[in-house]
């Protein structure tokens, strides 16, 4: 079956240094994949998305990797500030049907 | 634009009860989907509704139910409550079904305490 996995469940990080939060998948047929972001009290935000054609992609500080041969997704966060402090969802959409599945989550929080 | 919207925030009920709660999509988005939230068992998807249609479902028991209306507008139902029916559940609307490759956007959730 499908699944999607975060590496490390917490991630502690200075301000100003870049993070890494790594996802592996196993559906071979999944062709889109999204990072969310979900702050205490708050429903999921998003943050980037890449589709199973490209391997990377960039916006405001983030940069998504995808590599489809390993199975693996990260999210790159350049200069965390401490509003970066967050858990971060991947999840990733396609194969049979087009319900998002979920990794567990990764709580990265930001050190001042 | 406003986002979506979800009501009510937060309820409280007791075993055996039934609880609706509602959705609000984007404006313009008819796609919209829910999901429970656990600590335990993290995001679930229960089900997508696009076009007043259950287009998916997620692997939970018959007492999750939920609808779409002809404003896109959505609500999920759950009957005979256990505890462990204690959850956040979230909504997410995207613009469309149709090659499912649109950005589901979420609500801030409706937190379900079942005492």
């Known amino acids: 079956g499908e699944s999607v996995g975060l590496h490390l469940p917490t991630l502690s990080v200075q301000e100003g240094d870049n993070s890494i939060i790594n996802c592996a998948y196993s559906?071979?047929?999944?062709?889109?994949f999204i990072w969310y972001k979900q702050e205490s009290g708050k429903g999921p935000q998003f943050i980037i998305d890449i589709r199973s054609n490209m391997d990377k992609r960039q916006g405001q500080r983030v940069t998504v990797l995808l590599n489809k041969t390993v199975k693996h997704l990260s999210l790159q966060i350049a200069a965390t500030q401490p509003g970066d402090s967050a858990v971060y969802f991947c999840a990733e959409r396609g194969g049979n049907d087009y319900k998002l599945s979920f990794g567990a989550g990764t709580t990265v929080t930001v050190r001042a | 634009k406003a986002g979506v919207t979800q009501t009510p925030r937060y309820l409280i009920k007791t075993r055996g009860q039934q609880v609706t709660l509602s959705c609000s999509p984007i404006?313009?988005?008819?796609?919209v989907s829910w999901y429970q939230q656990t600590p335990g068992q993290g995001l679930q998807f229960l089900f997508e509704?696009?076009?007043?249609?259950?287009?998916n479902k997620g692997n939970f028991p018959g007492r999750f139910s939920g609808r779409q209306f002809s404003n896109s507008r959505s609500e999920m139902n759950v009957s005979t409550l256990e505890l462990g029916d204690s959850a956040l559940y979230l909504c997410a609307s995207s613009l469309q079904f149709e090659g499912g490759l649109e950005t589901q956007y979420f609500g801030p959730g409706t937190r379900l305490l079942v005492l």
């Open positions: 559906n071979s047929a999944s062709d889109y």
């Open positions: 404006s313009g988005h008819r796609s």
């Open positions: 509704y696009f076009s007043e249609t259950q287009r």
